[in-house]
């Protein structure tokens, strides 16, 4: 699912040897939708060839004030007003000092300049050169003006050093920028999602599982993610690839489950169960692996905790989502948990026959408290997790008005 589709963005890259990074990071973008117009400068082409970038973003690279034919087609006022976001990355010393010092000396100050739109810089340089006091005076003079920015990351450097002045992953600068240019109504929540089955462990090569393929929940993670949220996806093991803009925590049991969510959830907004976890683990894990002596084996199961019963506990106040997946009386049970659990809205979908498990389509009847009730149609499950995260924003709106209107009003 696209996370920034049609969203622009003016990369510029500036001359350090992370300049290669840039080029997958062009192609992260792109892959989750946006437009990227790559800027370079001087120093970034002897990096890297202009034709890389120029490949990955599909669009000709700008590198010069002076391009007659370039400026003929898009003047540098009217690139300046195209993007969504500037990101530089990598952001050297250098343009850092000419972006502080109102430079307007290439192609990309210039563009700095000339726009209102965000900005936000990767640096990348070596550690000293980062650490100088000239460096941070101009980074905390971006920073007042309101440009973003991203990192650096700490670690082995190219120039041989080991400290802080990498430039952060390409992943994780998309992830940045997905945060960025999210204006969702979620924007400054936090939301908890947790997804997938779990694995519970009967001895050193042996588990027991289910057939949850973790789709409908890292959807969800998504949407919640493209409405602003910043998302902590608690995930028991799956095939998918990270949601843009989203941070997972990797749990195999139950009870590592339940960790990792309570322990997001201290800070959260928002906390959905959409993780088919054991309901039961193995009493006691073998050491070594189990022989086949006699014909039948017994084994001794003990029960999880429930999740979202744990996570109701310690946070009373949370704005609470679950899931039921039912094979008769769909409304009837669900309601049960829904009050059972102390939900602020369930999710309830048939399974058996082949419906809703491991497939990329469901159908879901949410239900509220006071009879609410809400048909989500058969769609595909990103469709539906769209559709179901609408809902949860409007029921968690429709939740937090009441409580604000109860407090005193000022009479003259
Ligand atoms: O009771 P049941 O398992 O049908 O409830 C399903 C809902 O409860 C789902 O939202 C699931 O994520 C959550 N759950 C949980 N912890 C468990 C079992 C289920 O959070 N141990």
Not at 57 to 74: C, I, N, Y
Request: hydrophobic share 45%; with cysteine.
């Amino acid at each position: 699912m696209p996370t920034l589709p049609g969203r622009r963005i003016l990369l510029g890259v500036t001359g350090g040897i992370a300049a290669y990074k840039a080029a997958d990071l062009t192609r992260r973008l792109i892959e989750i939708g946006a437009e990227v117009q790559v800027v370079m400068s001087e120093g970034a082409k002897r990096f890297v060839g202009v034709a890389t970038f120029q490949a990955l973003s599909g669009r000709p690279v700008r590198d010069s004030l002076w391009d007659a034919q370039a400026e003929g087609h898009m003047g540098h006022i009217e690139l300046a007003r195209w993007p969504d976001l500037i990101l530089i990355a990598p952001a050297t010393a250098d343009v850092i000092a000419r972006l502080a010092h109102g430079r307007a000396d290439d192609l990309l100050t210039t563009l700095v300049l000339a726009s209102d739109k965000p900005v936000a810089i990767a640096p990348a340089m070596n550690r000293l050169m980062w650490a100088k006091a000239v460096t941070q005076d101009n980074v905390a003079k971006l920073v007042a003006r309101g440009v973003h920015v991203l990192g650096p990351g700490a670690g082995f450097q190219a120039c041989g050093e080991v400290g802080e002045g990498r430039m952060r992953e390409p992943l994780e600068i998309r992830d940045d920028v997905v945060r960025l240019l999210a204006a969702g109504p979620m924007r400054g929540r936090h939301a908890v999602v947790t997804a997938g089955p779990t694995r519970e462990p009967i001895d050193p090569v042996r588990f027991i599982t289910n057939r949850s393929s973790g789709k409908q929940g890292y959807a969800l993670a998504s949407a919640l993610a493209q409405l602003g949220a910043r998302v902590t996806l608690v995930s028991g093991p799956t095939n998918l690839a990270v949601p843009a803009g989203v941070m997972r925590v990797d749990v195999e049991t139950a009870q590592q489950m339940c960790d990792a969510a309570l322990k997001a959830a201290a800070d959260a907004d928002v906390f959905v169960g959409a993780a088919a976890v054991a309901d039961y683990r193995a009493a006691e894990v073998a050491r070594e692996k189990i022989k086949k002596k006699a014909d039948r084996l017994s084994l001794d199961l003990t029960r999880n905790d429930d999740i979202l019963v744990r996570v109701r506990g310690a946070r009373p106040d949370l704005f609470m989502v679950g899931f039921a997946a039912e094979t008769e009386k769909l409304e009837q049970h669900a309601r049960e948990k829904l009050e059972k659990k102390k939900l602020d809205l369930i999710a309830a979908n048939w399974v058996g026959g082949g419906r809703a498990f491991d497939r990329d389509d469901n159908q879901l009847n949410v239900f509220w408290s006071a009879g609410g009730v809400r048909e989500l149609a058969h769609a595909g499950k990103e469709q539906l997790a769209r559709e179901l995260a609408a809902l949860i924003v409007e029921r968690f709106q429709a939740r937090a008005v009441p409580a604000k209107a109860k407090s005193p009003q000022k009479t003259k």
